[in-house]
């Protein structure tokens, strides 16, 4: 089942800012605690010292019993008024060594805080932990004790947790609202690609626009106008090969049932035997030609994943020869293969072979009875230069840019030799997917020279010690 993006956004988010939020206030919390400790412990301190400094002054004539009276100045203390909510939560006692208990603060128990008579101590008193320090005269003349109640502390720091949690805690509805705007505007370009998409037809493989979109979504949109562009491209090779396969088949199915009804209408069996003759080559026409089209249909599909291997050229070359060889033979065409050492190149072994068969078929075709076809394959740096000339009519020089064009025949041998002129279109979509080049120019022996270069696989050479040269001649 399919997830909401901006809810899986929203409950994260939530949760992650939750749970931040609750580790940095139970951190908070006991920070504060640990503040408020040591904060209260130096008010102690500090009130300690002022009430010693006081008692000194105090006393520098007399005794503690003869400045303070314990009921006067106990009904005092009870009679005065807190001013403050946390006035009265520290006690103190001046406790005199040989008078006992002479002053105290309300708050302050009876009996002796601490045994302690310097510095910082606990107390458990009536089961509450009091917090005091003490201080005393030098003579050991008397003792005053500052104290406060564990459960105070504790009291003031939930007190000042719960304002902060006051005015932390409705800010995370507010937060949620925010970050609820946030990612909503965040994901609106994904949004209004999700329109623009749900909004296009089928036909309809115009590439997306990029501007506005975060740079997250780019890349996706790119890949999918790469996607619109190779469903274009495959449907544009459809309606090519749709519209040249009617194109072409048309005139000769037309011929085709022509004869067909002459041979069914004649009582010549010599008339018959021409008609059926010539059907059968239409037939044979026709098959050749759907066979070019699917090629050409096939490779020009072909992706940029060509599975490519390393190819032996030559044995390549050799085999193309060998599979042409009846045809030559029939024309009595002579074919001589020259090299000067072993050659392979990366590709697709089944393209290449198609490459070298139709360049060879395209020079035997149109090459003239006891012709001759010359193929040759030599290095130029790392460049491997595989060219096929024929002695054959040849075209003009302001042609050979519509060689690679679909179903284009020169008018000089349109009339002459049969052919569909999907033949080197077919070579030059496989060298272009091979990053190959081909050119055409006029060959030293008066036909076409096509030559294709290709990259050569980087290794040591296998040299010959003698150029090699194959003829493929008439068979007696």
Known sequence: MSKSLKKQLLFYL??????VWGITAWISYHKIQQEVAELFNAELAYSGGVLHAFVETMLHEGSLSEHWDPEHTSNLLHTHKIAHKYAGKISFQLWSLE????????????????????GYSDTLIDGQLWHVYSIANNNGEYVIHVGQRDDIRLAITQEIAKQQAFYFLPGLPLLGLLIWAIVSRALKPVNRLKEQLSQREAGYLEPLPTQGLPEE????????????????QAF?????????????????????????????????PEL????????????????RMVQQLLTLSRIQTQNQSLNPVAIDINSEIIMAISEQELLAHNKNIDIEYQTTESFAIKGNQPLISILIRNLIENAIKYSPEKGKIKICTVREKNKLWFSVEDNGPGIK???????????????????????????????????????????FSKSKMGGLYVLVI???????????????????????
């Open 272 to 287: 018959r035997h021409q008609a059926l003759d010539k059907a059968q080559q239409a037939v044979l026409k026709m098959s």
């Open 99 to 118: 008078d006992g208990l002479i002053l105290r603060s309300q708050s302050a128990p009876v009996f002796e805080l601490s045994k302690s008579y310097n």
């Open 454 to 476: 290709f990259d050569l696989i980087p290794d040591k050479p296998k040299s010959l010690k003698n150029k090699r040269t194959r003829r493929f001649k008439k068979r007696s």
């Open 14 to 19: 939530l949760l992650a800012t939750t749970l």
């Open 217 to 232: 979504i780019i890349p996706v949109v790119e890949e999918l106008n790469k996607l619109f562009e190779q469903l274009e």
């Open 397 to 439: 020089k302001e042609e050979y840019s519509r060689l690679t064009q679909r179903f284009y025949r020169s008018v000089e041998t349109a009339n002459k030799t049969e052919g569909s002129g999907l033949g080197l279109s077919i070579v030059h979509r496989i060298a272009s997917l091979h990053e190959a080049e081909v050119t």
């Open 236 to 268: 544009e090779n459809e309606r090519n090969f749709t519209s040249d396969a009617s194109h072409e088949l048309r005139t000769p199915l037309a011929g085709v049932l022509t004869q067909v009804q002459v041979a069914s209408r004649t009582d010549d």
